[in-house]
RNA sequence: GCUCUCAUAGCUCAAUGGAUAGAGCACGGGCCUUCUAAGCCUGGGAUCUAGGUUCGACUCCUAGUGGGAGCACCA
């Protein structure tokens, strides 16, 4: 990555321009204007107030110790401002940069630390909401772009498969489905069961529950016989997990989504006790109102047993932990769900690290804000949600109008149009999610959802398509681009070429950037921008039309690198390319 | 009541403490005989309030206002 080789420098620099400086210290930013460099730091300012003398001289002393490093990388650093460093790179190092660019070649570097992420985790016996995108898209793509930078990552799908809310179903499905029917009629009953018709069930409970309270006492009562090993119960259950499981795996077909765990909470069942032991022998849980605690010093307690006995959700979180900890060894351990579980979270890592099994694990709760409603909320037990599929249909529905009117070189095929409107479509529908910064509510809104214009999937992947054009166009073929492209340099290229060259190197930072701080959104901005960029370009120069040979070689060969950060970016978000639409 | 979180243009979102706060949507005006107009150009518009820290604050701190979430037998 050209930063860390930038930040190395400037570090060495500083040591030796400002002894007493701490290189740790040292900030880099890419300035806004691209007048002042691709690189900037601003330690001789922060320098200069504490030492009261002049921040110009200290800037001129930084620059010229850093010319000293004769970097190929580097072109020059000059003094700017109230005392800015400005880093320029050097046009052929950035040109070799771009070319390992157009060919898929990141230099990403293989660190060998490994991470477990869980996310998606949807309840069994509901459809799949609009609300579960978030989680799976969102974890889906830093799985993604955690791969991309070397990590060895370990994806978990952690099902919501047990717990009291079961017991609803197992209750309903008892009663309205199986009440006086013989043993042998069962099976046949139940294999006839939709999720649909579970989740039905489960918001009929809700709403006849508000007025009769005594209801949830036999829900209670079913998940009790569930976690005692009951016939019925078990195999009212086990169907109901099935057909789910289906569900959920055609949708995260449709998505794209593949993750490779489904260890859901029931896997933990047999390993909760065990976990309830370690933490009474080590004195770590109390008795209270009858249930059993875990105390923290600055949050509400936890509980592990309720006072019936059964297990709660931080129970089975736990031995989740325990379990990915022992088996796995991860460097780090995420997990992304919606930030209402915040809290929760927080008592399960505290938790962890008390009892000592988080010592060498970074242990980090991704928490998103959730789609809301302009008017009210979502809410899955009222049965007010919107089912995903829905708006996939719609979304695939109205960019298969767009197809159709496409001004592609050639006619689509019914099937070609069908595959172009999925891609589109389904690409909208995800970029809408991850553009939002993850910790902020999304406003769901059909028009704004489905969008196929302006900052969007479709955009990008639009301005992917067009460059895609061009290079078939040329009769190009791919990694043959000839040394003799790169003869001209920025400041011999219009402004509209350099600004994309300035900003395609930068793609494996804004990855590593994006990882670190759990926002897939950065990587949307940049791709967003570079697509953008590359757009303008498009529409003031020519490329296979240009006026010399030499330009028409240096545009395809900005053309191809820019196709293959824009494909290979969106692959990261989980978004495919078309190649036209 | 306590804790966490958010507050930027009419709307939806950006901006590791840095140089003139960026986009998209919507609205007004333009651009297809030329590589895809799902595009481009152009115009108006914004940091919740009051203090503080800093050479420098949308960003950090304190208080307030407003939205969201959580706070033991739901997950």
Request: with cysteine; proline share 4%.
């Amino acid at each position: 990555m050209v930063r860390q080789e930038i930040l190395r420098l400037v570090r060495k620099a500083a040591e030796r321009a400002f002894p007493s400086f701490d290189p740790e210290k040292v900030s880099l930013e890419h300035p806004e204007d691209i007048a002042h460099g691709d690189y900037a730091t601003g330690i001789a300012l922060a320098l200069a107030s504490q030492t009261k003398e002049n921040p110009g001289g200290l800037a001129q002393a930084l620059a010229a110790e850093l010319e000293k490093e004769q970097s190929p990388l580097i072109e020059k650093a000059e003094v700017a401002g109230p005392g800015f460093v400005n880093i320029f790179l050097n046009p052929e190092a950035l040109y070799r940069i771009l070319l390992d660019f157009s060919q898929g070649v990141y230099g990403q570097s293989k660190k060998q630390k490994r991470v477990i992420i869980e996310y998606s985790s949807p309840n069994i016996a509901k459809r799949f909401g609009i609300g579960h995108l978030r989680s799976t898209i969102i974890g889906d793509a830093l799985y993604r772009m955690q791969e991309f930078l070397g990590y060895e990552t370990i994806g978990i799908n952690h099902l919501g498969d047990w717990g009291t809310p079961h017991g609803i179903v197992l209750y309903q499905v008892q009663k309205h489905f199986l009440t006086g029917k013989e043993e042998q009629e069962v099976d046949s009953i139940l294999s006839q069961l939709t999720v649909g018709q579970l989740e039905d069930l489960y918001v009929r409970f809700n709403t006849e529950a508000e007025s009769n309270p005594e209801l949830k006492e036999q829900a209670k009562a079913w998940f009790k016989k569930l976690e005692q090993g009951d016939k019925r119960a078990r195999h009212i259950w086990e169907y109901a997990r099935k057909v789910s499981s289906q569900e959920f795996e055609r949708i995260y077909a449709r998505l794209g989504v593949h993750i490779e765990h489904v260890l859901g909470e029931s896997f933990y069942e047999d390993k909760m006790k065990d976990v309830v032991e370690k933490f009474k022998k080590k004195g770590l849980a109390r008795k209270s109102e009858g249930a059993l605690i875990v105390e923290f010093e600055h949050m509400p307690p936890a509980m592990l047993l309720k006072s019936d006995g059964t297990t709660t959700y931080f129970t089975r979180d736990l031995a989740a932990m325990n379990y990915r900890i022992n088996t796995w060894k991860p460097h780090k351990l995420i997990i992304e769900t919606g930030m209402e579980q915040n809290l929760h979270f927080r008592q399960v890592f505290e938790a962890s690290r008390q009892i000592g099994w988080a010592e060498n694990v970074e242990l980090a709760h991704v928490g998103h804000g959730m789609y809301r409603l302009a008017e009210g909320k979502f809410s899955t037990r009222k049965g007010r949600t919107i089912h995903l599929e829905e708006v996939l249909n719609e979304a695939e529905e109205r960019a298969r109008l767009l197809v159709a009117t496409s001004e592609s070189e050639a006619e689509f095929t019914e099937q070609e149009q069908k595959e172009i409107a999925a891609m589109v479509g389904v690409g909208g529908v995800k970029y809408n999610d991850l553009m939002h910064n993850p910790q902020g509510d999304v406003l769901f809104d059909w028009d704004r959802v489905l969008n196929l214009k302006g900052n969007s999937g479709p955009y990008i992947q639009y301005a992917y398509a067009r460059s895609r054009s061009i290079l078939r166009q040329a009769e190009l073929k791919e990694g043959s681009l000839p040394e003799a492209s790169l003869k001209l340099a920025p400041g011999k290229v219009s402004p509209e070429e350099e600004r994309i060259l300035r900003l395609l190197y930068r793609f494996p930072e804004v990855v590593q950037d994006a990882v670190d701080s759990y926002a897939p959104n950065m990587l949307c901005e940049f791709l967003f921008d570079l697509a953008q960029k590359y757009n303008v370009f498009y529409n003031t120069h020519r490329v296979l039309e240009a006026a010399t040979k030499e330009q028409k070689e240096f545009r395809l060969f900005m053309t191809a690198s820019v196709a293959r950060v824009l494909k290979d970016g969106l692959a990261l978000l989980g978004i495919q390319s078309p190649e036209r639409m």
